[in-house]
């Protein structure tokens, strides 16, 4: 008798939605809408004029070139810290994330957001995270520091 073995590529399962927030989670900060990246240099390290715009054009190309409508739809902005010297990297939507909330809680986006849509915002965090830490700039840090 000849059996016949066909292998199929196995489609990853998705992950839970508690277990997306939860990663995403770590970008949440207080009263900020959407998730945010924090940027830190060495103390020596003084950025050019216009850095926080080079970073925001490098955050709204990956937005646009994911190939994710709501990548896409997100904004970014940059700017500077009011309290420390830090940049900001803020990843957000007008229309589903709510201003005010604590850190940590994700629950406009618990409640607007697909799995699918939370997977990639995920991955597009991460990507980013490893696109800016590619940059060569001494003492570059990030907060959340990315996980793999």
């Known amino acids: 008798m000849t059996f016949l ?3 199929l590529p196995l489609k990853a399962m998705p992950k839970p939605k508690e277990e997306l927030l939860q990663t995403l989670s770590r970008y949440k900060s207080d009263r900020i809408r959407g998730v945010l990246l924090q940027v830190y240099f060495d103390p020596d390290f003084l950025p050019n004029e216009g850095f926080d715009d ?3 054009s490098l955050g709204r190309e990956l937005l646009d070139q994911s190939g ?3 990548l896409a739809s ?3 902005e940059v700017g500077l810290s009011r309290f420390e010297t830090v940049y900001l990297v803020h990843i957000w939507s007008e229309e589903f994330h709510e201003k005010n909330l604590p850190a940590g809680d994700l629950s ?3 409640k607007w957001h697909q799995e699918s849509e939370l997977e990639e915002l995920c991955r597009f965090m991460k990507s980013l995270s490893d696109v800016i830490l590619s940059l060569p700039i001494k003492g570059l840090h990030l907060v959340p520091e ?3």
């Open 108 to 110: 406009d986006m618990q």
């Open 146 to 148: 990315p996980k793999d």
């Open 74 to 76: 997100l904004e970014c």
């Open 68 to 70: 994710s409508p709501f």
């Open 54 to 56: 080079e970073l925001e």
């Open 5 to 7: 073995v066909c292998t």
